[in-house]
Nanobody
Framework: QAHLAEFGGGLVQPGGSLRLSCEVS????????MSWYRQCPGKERELVAS???????KYADSVTGRFVISRDIAYNSAYLQMNSLKVEDTAVYYC??????????WGQGTQVTVSS
């Protein structure tokens, strides 16, 4: 059973930056994909960015060029560097991992608020 812990959320002004961290415990291998999702009030959860075990990354159109996802295999962690933040980036951000291509785990979420 895996446990995901997210860190780094908070309040930031438009144009600012935040870095989210996700630490995975309980599983150490066969983590196929690590992703960040977000959910705004009244909306469905949406995929923000993913990094695959082979290093391939993909991003939602809304964050391409502003967000960067990375992964540290040695520390079983994933990161989301968020730059040029906009008010519409305000959401609860969730870390997600796919394990052995058949199991997903979620973190508890961290609030990101972009406001002046």
């Amino acid at each position: 059973q895996a446990h995901l812990a997210e860190f780094g959320g908070g309040l930031v002004q438009p144009g600012g930056s935040l870095r989210l961290s996700c630490e995975v415990s309980g599983i150490t291998d066969n983590i196929n994909v690590m992703s960040w999702y977000r959910q705004c009030p009244g909306k469905e959860r949406e995929l923000v960015a993913s990094v695959f075990a082979v290093g391939v990354t993909k991003y939602a159109d809304s964050v391409t060029g502003r967000f960067v996802i990375s992964r540290d295999i040695a520390y079983n962690s994933a990161y989301l560097q968020m730059n040029s933040l906009k008010v519409e980036d305000t959401a609860v951000y969730y870390c997600n991992v796919v394990h052995r291509w058949d199991t997903q785990y979620w973190g508890q979420g961290t609030q990101v608020t972009v406001s002046s």
